[in-house]
């Protein structure tokens, strides 16, 4: 079995910054693909930012240029750093890993909340 752990979510003024982190332990080969989703109040779930094991980082054009995902494979961590933070991130943001353990499984955290107010 595999855990994801976030932390680092809260309450930040627009134009503030916020650093979120997860952990992954568990049974773990590897991890492949992890990232952060985010889902605003009443909305879908949507993709903010992922990154491979190898460092190539994908991001959502809303989030481009403000936001920076990391991770550390040593560790099975993945951060995402939020800079310039508007109103309308305000989500519970999401950490998710593509773990490979016997076969590739998915796995998602817990959630943590994000609030940006005006």
């Known amino acids: 079995q595999v855990q994801l752990v976030e932390s680092g979510g809260g309450l930040v003024q627009a134009g503030g910054s916020l650093r979120l982190s997860c952990a992954a332990s568990g049974s773990i080969f590897s991890i492949n693909l992890m990232g952060w989703f985010r889902q605003p109040p009443g909305k879908q779930r949507e993709l903010v930012a992922t990154i491979s094991s190898g460092g190539s980082t994908n991001y959502a054009a809303t989030v481009k240029g403000r936001f920076t995902i990391s991770r550390d494979n040593a560790k099975n961590t993945v951060s995402l750093q939020m800079n310039s933070l508007k109103p309308d991130d305000t989500a519970v943001y999401y950490c998710?890993?593509?773990?490979?353990?016997?076969?590739?499984?998915?796995?998602w955290g817990q959630g943590t909340q994000v609030t940006v107010s005006s």
């Open positions: 998710n890993a593509a773990v490979v353990a016997g076969g590739i499984y998915t796995y």
